[in-house]
C-alpha cells in the first residue's frame, strides 16, 4: 500500500506563491508517473502537472510558466512550486502516484487565493 502525503496548502493573496509538497511512503524510483491534480467547488478534477520516472513533464495549459514539479529522490517527496497564484487556482490539490499500474491518491490540502 502506498501513501501520499500532501502539505504546504494555505491561504495566500493574488500574484503570491505556495510550493505544495508530497511524502510518498515508497521509494520514489518506484513510482513511473506522479501528478498534481485540483478540484475547485462544482468542477471536475483535472489535472495540473505530471514528472514521468524518465523526467518528462506536462502542464496545463492554465498554469504553464507559473508551476513547476520537481522531486527530491532522497526524501520521497515531490513538490509543486506555483507562483504567480491567481483567484481561480482556487481549489483542492491532490497528489497522485502510478505505482505497478495503480495510481495511490493523498488527502489533498486546501489552496486559496484571495485577498
Known amino acids: 500500500q502506498v501513501q501520499l502525503v500532501e502539505s504546504g496548502g494555505g491561504l495566500v493573496q493574488p500574484g503570491g506563491s505556495l510550493r505544495l509538497s508530497c511524502a510518498a511512503s515508497v521509494t520514489i524510483f518506484s513510482i513511473s508517473r506522479v501528478g498534481w491534480y485540483r478540484q475547485a467547488p462544482g468542477k471536475q478534477r483535472e489535472s495540473v502537472a505530471t514528472?514521468?520516472?524518465?523526467?518528462?513533464?506536462n502542464y496545463a495549459d492554465s498554469v504553464k510558466g507559473r508551476f513547476t514539479i520537481s522531486r527530491d529522490n532522497a526524501k520521497n517527496t515531490v513538490y509543486l512550486q506555483m507562483n504567480s497564484l491567481k483567484p481561480e487556482d482556487t481549489a483542492v490539490y491532490y497528489c497522485?502516484?502510478?505505482?505497478?499500474?495503480?495510481?495511490?491518491w493523498g488527502q489533498g490540502t486546501q489552496v486559496t487565493v484571495s485577498s
Open positions: 497522485c502516484a502510478l505505482v505497478r499500474d495503480t495510481s495511490y
Open positions: 514528472l514521468t520516472s524518465g523526467g518528462n513533464t
